[in-house]
């Protein structure tokens, strides 16, 4: 009787020893892989295609945007996310090809109905009633889809593990900053539920 437990024992360390933690990943390469709850797992920010290392669910992410006024000459803005500002936000898409965006304030596919398809490997999610006029790309990368939300022009950013009351004064050293403009790219990352 001891030698079976004993079997048994190491018959099941063996196969637990082998197994990995982690489930092994699953391609999207279909429609039928898209179909249903994809929840945004966080939002990346690129610097000229280079990753900023922040969450910004933990952490407050200052951005030194750059225009211009009306006389031509450069204006700043400071802009910023962090983890008041990180709120849930989702999409299900549905077999019947609509989908429902929704975020913490509620459902909003009566007010924003939306259509999508699945082409070249990627999402393409257009407004049901102006297709023309708003659409949503989402890119595969591993087993989530992104979304790139905006591009905008940049001098530099800053990481913090607080939030700055005047972030145009007291934040004396911007990362990146080297008195060219770059591009920031905010990129939303959906993972499926």
């Known amino acids: 009787m001891l030698l079976l437990l004993g079997c048994i024992f190491f018959s099941c360390d063996k196969d637990s020893s082998t197994s990995s933690s982690t489930p092994p990943p699953t391609t999207i390469k279909e429609a ?6 994809w929840y945004q797992s966080t939002t990346d920010y690129y610097y000229d295609n280079e990753k900023i290392p922040v969450n910004v669910a933990e952490k407050y992410c200052y951005f ?53 398809s699945f082409q070249n490997g990627q999402v393409l999610m257009v407004a049901a009633d102006a297709p023309d006029k708003e659409s949503y790309l989402f890119t595969i990368s591993g087993n989530n889809l992104c979304m790139t939300y905006g591009t905008y022009k940049c001098k530099g950013y800053y990481i913090s593990d607080h939030e700055i009351d005047s972030p145009e004064t007291d934040i004396d050293f911007w990362s990146g900053r080297d008195g060219n403009v770059h591009e920031l790219k905010e990129v939303y990352v959906f993972s499926k539920q």
């Open 32 to 37: 039928s892989d898209i179909v249903g709850t």
């Open 64 to 116: 030194l945007t750059s225009g211009s006024s009306s006389y031509g000459q450069d204006i700043y803005d400071v802009s910023e996310n962090g983890p008041e500002f990180y709120f849930d936000l989702g999409i299900i898409f549905k077999e019947d090809g609509t989908a429902t965006f929704w975020s913490e304030e509620g459902i909003h596919d009566e007010d924003f109905p939306l259509r999508w």
